[in-house]
């Protein structure tokens, strides 16, 4: 059973830049399309980047140009670099397979505030 972990959220300014990762244990899923997701506040999880296991990468288009997703095979890790913040970015992040093949990990919180 494959075990997601998410991490390196934090409080930060407008504009400013995070970088998340989301270590997997028990599977290797470097076969996999992985994808992240995000939950404001009272709405429902949405997709917004996937990288398939050959590195081809697709967006959501609010996020596009200001994040990037990449991936590490060898540390079964997958990042994404988050730039040019926004309030409207404020979530908890998770990661998972693009079909949300695994349990969802914890997620990891993103607060953009002034």
């Known amino acids: 059973q494959v075990r997601l972990v998410e991490s390196g959220g934090g409080v930060v300014q407008p504009g400013g830049s995070l970088r998340l990762s989301c270590a997997g244990s028990?599977?290797?899923?470097?076969?996999?399309?992985m994808t992240w997701f995000r939950q404001a506040p009272g709405k429902q999880r949405d997709w917004i980047a996937t990288?398939?296991?050959?590195?081809?990468?697709n967006y959501v288009d609010s996020v596009r140009g200001r994040f990037t997703i990449s991936r590490d095979a060898a540390k079964n890790t997958v990042y994404l670099q988050l730039s040019s913040l926004e309030p409207e970015d404020t979530a908890v992040y998770y990661c998972n397979t693009i079909l949300s093949r695994y349990p969802w990990g914890q997620g990891t919180q993103v607060t953009v505030s002034a």
């Open positions: 990288i398939t296991a050959t590195g081809y990468t």
């Open positions: 028990g599977e290797n899923f470097g076969r996999y399309a």
